[in-house]
């Protein structure tokens, strides 16, 4: 079964939202990073997340044909250059603590089904977040390369994300994808229209991409580039 948010929980959560949201916004109007924004039309199934693996369970797993508004297909990626580590190093770090890399007044990763240190299909952690609620989330695939988690009951989105890295020219190339509609009206009208939800969102991503550069020793060469395609509601059944 997957986690419960506590009431105590989400009300902490909830009153960490406007320090969250105003620290954001500052680091966000001072913020250098170059980001690359290429926007499109999406479709089914093409932009659907990948399917689970055989032997992972669905339950309480929101996909999104069960989500609310569009479907948003989105890639993150960047080169990570004169890295001290190999890209296959470097993500074991990342599976063993996603906190890691997670900018702490936005996300927040604790453990709540598997065994500490080391990430295995069927792990759960609930993600501590500003704002509401918190979202949890199970580990459905980890490969050398790649791990990718789906939303469960309760989370704002309801969809997949997937991080991975291969090893390029001077470096590492990271991505971070992700297929996902809002878990409900509300989250939907901030998922897709709130310009702000949007480039906190966005903010969030870039900073887990520097702070990777910075695990692997490296450093991004010319910042991050951000692929959305969005999927209108209308191609859901109703």
Not at 80 to 104: I, M, T
Not at 157 to 173: K, Y
């Amino acid at each position: 079964m997957s986690a419960q948010v506590p009431f105590s929980r989400g009300v902490a959560t909830a009153a960490t939202w406007p320090l969250g949201l105003a620290w954001t916004s500052w680091s966000y109007l001072w913020r250098i990073l170059p980001v690359h924004r290429t926007d499109e039309n999406g479709s089914l199934p093409e932009d659907l997340p990948p399917a689970l693996p055989e032997g992972v369970s669905d339950e309480d797993i929101q996909e999104p044909s069960e989500g609310f508004g569009p479907l948003l297909h989105r890639v993150y990626t960047c080169a990570v250059v004169d890295a001290s580590c190999s890209s296959e190093h470097l993500l074991r770090r990342l599976s063993a603590d996603p906190d890691r890399v997670a900018p702490w007044r936005l996300a927040r990763f604790r453990e709540t089904l598997g065994p500490a240190g080391v990430m295995t299909a069927g792990d759960e952690l609930l993600v501590h977040m500003p704002g509401p609620c918190d979202g949890p989330v199970r580990v459905v695939d980890v490969r050398p390369d790649r791990f990718r988690l789906a939303t469960l009951a309760g989370h704002l989105e309801a969809g997949q994300i997937e991080r991975r890295v291969c090893a390029a020219d001077r470096g590492i190339c990271f991505a971070v994808e992700s297929w996902a509609r809002g878990g409900d009206r509300f989250s939907a009208f901030m998922h897709d229209r709130l310009r702000m939800a949007k480039e906190v969102q966005l903010y969030m991503w870039t900073s887990v991409a520097e702070r990777v550069a910075r695990e692997a020793g490296g450093r991004l060469l010319d910042g991050v580039s951000v692929h959305t395609r969005r999927v209108p509601p209308e191609a859901f059944p109703s």
